[in-house]
Every structure is written in structure tokens, then in C-alpha cells.
């Protein structure tokens, strides 16, 4: 096709002297304006590989860390994926990325010049080959592109895409995609960013490549030109040129649209995740200080089961034989004793729930304030068997109480005989009722003990699979200071009633003295009360 236009370009060569002057003369100008576009691509492009070369740097740095603390993922790493994603290097990075998007959208402008320039060159061309040239223009030069060089062309869209589907990833971001979400979308930030590097690499290279045919046309003289047209060589570089000012407008345009969403992609990466991990980071100190809390409140239960001990000796003492036939103020020293025993556990319990319920109002409230892309499907589990183990022994305990109750009543209201067999009774049953106490107690260590442990899980690691359970840990420890809250609240109750059926002891033993003592017979009558009651007890 090209002879043929070359044949008949030799047929109209009678064309007058000063009209080719004229074109020759036009070309050259155009040539000249694509020469300086080209000129100023090639120095964009070089500037713009460096912003380029820098971006790719901050998102390796980026990716590294990242992925390093996501692949050791714990509750010690929430902080530094936070700090990671919202610090300096991410702003760096995001201002490359919008910096490289502006010098893409120059690029565009400066090939539309290159284009425009080398059509209005083909303007002057005689309408013959002018026809021609447009033809051939319109068709695709993918015969000067490499391999390497089409398939990037071909995959933009794609790459595009692939950025599209990361930012739709972060906009509908949950705890369990997160560490996912997260090193992919700057896993992608990273490959795209060294793609739009290669890209400004080859449109460097079509710009010296233009930048060569044009400051070779641009430098010949008119007889030259009108030579080179009418052997073709001439059509073959203006067709080439307009074919590498189209790629690299497509090119530019394709770096434009990534960088586009690279920085959509910053943005929404910064906000979202940097959210997420510095929530989890905040509810880790949070975890951490109840810890604290918590090992206390372990540690006042463990006084408080040595004080149940000493309660259980004491009532047993009080309980022989021998302490109910002494005299009243020795048996009133025993129960005092024995009552200031049962306050100090009862303290030390009511301690140890305070403790606890700080611990558990803290993480409580740390949890309802979490963002709900970290709380979005979780659920409290509830342990049917657990709270049906701790269901019978308060209800177990309701009904120590009562009994207690009951027995107080019955000694209040009776004789000397009743009263002494009420009190033998009770005396009898008492240690079994501190037994019931002292598992209580044993129950709140075991709650603590259970609370610690949800607390260190939640400290320790981290993986996809188990996200939700370390966070169903924070719900747990609610859980076991609501339940513990109820143990120490029966716990007080059954105190109280030992604490009052003991002191309704003491007052009917020291009322029977003061009435024999009143009536000048303590001497008689108390040996004759000692015979009774040791009589009534079997001695």
C-alpha cells in the first residue's frame, strides 16, 4: 500500500516549487511542537520515576511491617498496626501517590499535544497521503510495542480493578477480614505502585523515542522533507510517532486511574483500619489494667478462704461440749472472736467483687464504645452447664439461709432446755454451713481465676480463626463478674446469718446466767444448768 501511495506521489511531483515549501515548512513546525512535548514527557517521566521509585520503597517498608506484625498477629501488635497504618509512612506514601497521579494527568496533556502536533503535521501532507497516514494511524502499532509492553497495556483494567475490589474490602471491612483487608489492600498498594513505575519507565522511552524522529525531521531542510515523504520513510515516522503518543496517552491515563484508587485506597485504609487496630489496641491497655484487678480480687479470695478456715475451727470449738458448760463471758469471747472471723471474709470478699467489678465495668465499657466492624458478629456465648453449676449452689445457699434463719428464731424464742437443744443443734449443723461458705468462696477464686485467663487469652495470639473468640473474652469477663457479683451477695447473706444465729447464741446462754444470777442461785442453779446441758448433749 505504501509503493502505492509512493507511485502516485511521483505522479503529482509537478507541483509547484513554493507550495511544497510551504507544507515542508509546516511540517517542520509541527514537528518542533512535538519535539518540545516529547521533551518535557521525557523530563516528567524522569522526574516522575523517582516519585515513582519512592512510593514503591514506602509501600515495601509498609508491607513488610505490616505483614510481619499480621503474620506474629497478638494483642501487642495492635498498637504498631495502628500506629503503622495512620503514621508517617502511610502519609508519605498516600502524598507520593497523589503527587504521581498529578504528574500522570500532565503526562496525558502532554501527549494529547504530541498527538494534536503530529496530526496537523499530517494536515500538510498532500491529501493523498494524508489519507493514507490517517488510515494507518487508525490502526493499532502494537508491532513496535514488546511483549512485556502489550500485556501491561491489555491488564490495566484489570489492575483497576483488582484496586477497586481492595477498596471494597475496606469499606465493608470487619475484624475478621481485617489483617486480611489490610495486607492485601497494601500488598496491592505496593505492586501497583512498582506497575505505574515500569509504566512511566516505557513512556520515558516511546517520549526519547518521538523526541528522536521529531529532532530528526525538525532539523532537515524543505527538499529533504518532500524527499522523505515521497520515499516514505517520512509516513513511517509520523505513523510511529502518533502510534507511541497514543500508548502513552493510554498508558498515562491507565498510571492516572491506578494512582486514582491508590490513594481511594490510602484514605480508606488510614481510616478504617487504623480504627479498628487502635480500638483493639485501646481495649489491650484496658485488658491489661484489669488484669491487675482481677489478680487482686484472686488474691483477697484466697484470704478470704483463710478466714473461712478459722471460721470453720472457731464454731467447731465453740461447739463442743466443754465451751457450752463454761461460763457465758468465755463463750462470748469464742463467738466474738468467731463473728469478727466471718466480718473479715465477709470483707474480704466484698473487696474482692469491687475489684472485680471495676475490672468488668472498664472492659465493659471499653466494649460497647468499640466500632461495630469489631463487634459486627459476635455473640455471647452463654456455658449452660457452668450456670447450672452455679445456679444449685446458690440456690443451695437460699436455702442455708433460711434454715439459719429459722434456727435464730427458735433459739430467740425458747427455754432454758429448747434454747440448750436448739443451740447443741445448730452448733452441730453450723460447721456444715461454713463448708457451704467456704465453697462459695472457693467458686469466686475459680470465677477469678477463670476471668484472668479470658483476660491473658485476649493478650496472647491472634489468628482469623480465633478473632471473635478472643473478643467474645472481653464479654466473658462481663459475664464472670455478674456471676461472681451473685455468689459474693450470697455469700454476705450467709454470713450474716452465721454472724446472727451466733450472737443469738451467746445472748441466750448469757441470759440464762443472768437470770440465775439475778435470782442469787447462780452458784446452785449453774451447776444444776451444767448438769442439764451436759446431759442433754450425753456427757
Not at 8 to 15: E, I, K, P, Y
Not at 214 to 221: F, G, I, K, M
Not at 225 to 239: C, E, Q, T
Request: with cysteine.
Amino acid at each position: 500500500a505504501r509503493e502505492k501511495v509512493i507511485d502516485r506521489l511521483h505522479l503529482g511531483s509537478a507541483q509547484s516549487a513554493s507550495n511544497s515549501s510551504d507544507k515542508s515548512a509546516s511540517i517542520v513546525g509541527c514537528m518542533k511542537q512535538c519535539h518540545h512535548a516529547a521533551k518535557q514527557t521525557v523530563e516528567l517521566c524522569a522526574s516522575t520515576l523517582a516519585t515513582g521509585q519512592s512510593l514503591v520503597s514506602c509501600g515495601n517498608q509498609i508491607n513488610r511491617s505490616l505483614v510481619g506484625a499480621a503474620t506474629d498477629l497478638s494483642a501487642e501488635s495492635f498498637a504498631v498496626i495502628a500506629d503503622l497504618i495512620d503514621g508517617d509512612k502511610t502519609k508519605e506514601a498516600r502524598d507520593l501517590a497523589l503527587k504521581m497521579k498529578g504528574q500522570s494527568a500532565e503526562c496525558i496533556s502532554l501527549s494529547i499535544q504530541m498527538v494534536d502536533s503530529l496530526e496537523r503535521s499530517v494536515e500538510a501532507l498532500p491529501s493523498l497521503v494524508e489519507s493514507y497516514v490517517e488510515k494507518k494511524a487508525r490502526k493499532s502499532v502494537t508491532d513496535e510495542l514488546t511483549e512485556e509492553e502489550r500485556a501491561l497495556a491489555a491488564g490495566i483494567d484489570e489492575d483497576e480493578e483488582e484496586l477497586t475490589r481492595c477498596i471494597d474490602a475496606i469499606e465493608n471491612l470487619k475484624l475478621l477480614t481485617a489483617v486480611e483487608a489490610g495486607t492485601r489492600s497494601f500488598e496491592a498498594i505496593k505492586t501497583k505502585s512498582q506497575l505505574c513505575h515500569r509504566i512511566f519507565e516505557i513512556i520515558k522511552k516511546y517520549a526519547a523515542d518521538i523526541l528522536g524522529i521529531t529532532e530528526a525531521v525538525s532539523s532537515r531542510d524543505a527538499s529533504t522533507i518532500i524527499a522523505k515523504v515521497k520515499d516514505g520513510s517520512m509516513v513511517k515516522s509520523i505513523l510511529k510517532s502518533i502510534g507511541l503518543s497514543k500508548y502513552i496517552k493510554r498508558f498515562a491515563e491507565g498510571c492516572k486511574r491506578v494512582m486514582d484508587k491508590i490513594v481511594k485506597l490510602f484514605e480508606g485504609a488510614a481510616g478504617k483500619l487504623s480504627m479498628l487496630w487502635g480500638a483493639l489496641a485501646h481495649a489491650k491497655d484496658i485488658m491489661v489494667s484489669s488484669l491487675k484487678e482481677v489478680a487482686a480480687a484472686r488474691s483477697l479470695c484466697g484470704d478470704a478462704g483463710e478466714r473461712a478456715d478459722e471460721l470453720k475451727r472457731a464454731t467447731r470449738s465453740i461447739g463442743n461440749v466443754e465451751n457450752l458448760t463454761r461460763s457465758p463471758r468465755s463463750m462470748d469471747r469464742s463467738v466474738g472472736d468467731a463473728m469478727g472471723t466471718a466480718r473479715a471474709m465477709d470483707e474480704g470478699i466484698a473487696e474482692a467483687m469491687s475489684r472485680m467489678r471495676d475490672a468488668a465495668r472498664k472492659v465493659g465499657d471499653v466494649y460497647c464504645d468499640l466500632p461495630s466492624i469489631v463487634t459486627e458478629g459476635i455473640t455471647e456465648d452463654t456455658d449452660d452447664e457452668v450456670a447450672e453449676s452455679f445456679g444449685a449452689k446458690i440456690r443451695d445457699v437460699d436455702v442455708d439461709v433460711r434454715e439459719l434463719e429459722a434456727a435464730t428464731r427458735a433459739i430467740e424464742e425458747s427455754n432454758v432446755i429448747h434454747g440448750a437443744l436448739s443451740i447443741h443443734r445448730e452448733m452441730s449443723n453450723l460447721p456444715r454451713k461454713v463448708d457451704a461458705c467456704s465453697d462459695m468462696i472457693d467458686s469466686c477464686a475459680t470465677l477469678a481465676d477463670w476471668a484472668g485467663s479470658s483476660i491473658n487469652s485476649f493478650l496472647g495470639r491472634w489468628t482469623l480463626e480465633t478473632a471473635l473468640e478472643h473478643m467474645k473474652e472481653m464479654c466473658r469477663l462481663v459475664s464472670l463478674s455478674r456471676l461472681m457479683e451473685e455468689l459474693a451477695d450470697r455469700i454476705h447473706r450467709l454470713v450474716k446469718a452465721i454472724t446472727t444465729l451466733l450472737r443469738a447464741m451467746s445472748s441466750k446462754v448469757g441470759s440464762f446466767a443472768d437470770s440465775v444470777q439475778s435470782s442469787g442461785l447462780d452458784s446452785v442453779v449453774g451447776a444444776g444448768l451444767n448438769s442439764v446441758i451436759g446431759k442433754v448433749f450425753g456427757k
